[in-house]
């Protein structure tokens, strides 16, 4: 089982709409959590970081669960180019800042 | 723009060949961290070099190995490569080892 679970995909929604994605980890000695975003053939950006009390940077609001090991993101008033693969990443308490990324959720956003 | 490089683009090599990348991290970074992204997967942590020391390392064999040096860049090698190596080799810089991690753009091997 991989550390870190996210929904397949592909979503295709329509402009305007509210997407969630969501995350599962299982070390229960994660300690920081982030969603990054990846443009095709591009490297991933840190979207946001999540914590525990729930954020939220404009459109997109992410939430961690500690007792269910679970993250979400979602995206409201979906625009084309949110067209990406949006990836969970953990990481661990230790000597380094190793990232642990899940698989990624691609998102098609269509006219 | 990350002000993270790395170089070259794209690189095709043949089975048991040797490769070696490379990346220059953003100035005033002193931590740099490799990662493998196969495709449609993830990227998967190979290590971390800090103050040209290797600062940890993923579930990679041997033939995996890198450098740092002074002004902080930091070279991947891999030896006697395989099909599997064929993917997207990220370098991420940070301020140091606990700090937000800056991808480049990567280097896109094939081997065939």
């Known amino acids: 089982r991989k550390e870190v679970e996210q929904d397949p995909g592909p979503f295709n929604v329509p402009e305007g709409a509210t997407v969630a994605f969501n995350c599962t980890y299982s070390?229960?000695?994660?300690?920081?959590f982030f969603w990054y975003r990846q443009d095709c053939r591009k490297e991933p950006k840190l979207l946001m970081s999540v914590y525990s009390s729930g954020n939220e940077d404009g459109r997109f609001t992410a939430q961690l669960n500690r007792a269910s090991q679970y993250i979400s993101l979602l995206i409201r008033d979906s625009k084309l180019s949110d067209s990406a693969t949006y990836l969970c990443?953990?990481?661990?308490?230790?000597?380094?800042?190793?990232?642990?990324f899940g698989a990624g959720t691609r998102l098609a956003v269509h006219p | 723009e990350t002000g993270v490089t790395q170089s070259p683009t794209h690189l095709i090599k043949t089975r048991g060949q040797q490769v070696t990348l490379r990346c220059s991290s953003q100035s005033g970074h002193n931590t740099v961290s490799w990662y493998q992204q196969a495709l449609g997967q993830g990227p998967q942590f190979i290590f971390q070099y800090y103050r040209e020391e290797e600062n940890g390392r993923g579930n990679f064999p041997p033939r995996f190995s890198g450098l740092q040096f002074p002004n902080y860049s930091s070279e991947l090698n891999v030896n006697a490569l395989e099909l599997d190596d064929s993917a997207l080799y990220l370098c991420?810089?940070?301020?140091?080892?606990?700090?937000?991690?800056?991808f480049g753009p990567g280097t896109r091997l094939l081997v065939l």
């Open positions: 990443v953990v990481t661990r308490q230790g000597g380094y800042n190793k990232l642990i």
């Open positions: 991420a810089s940070s301020l140091g080892t606990g700090e937000t991690q800056y």
């Open positions: 070390n229960s000695a994660s300690q920081s």
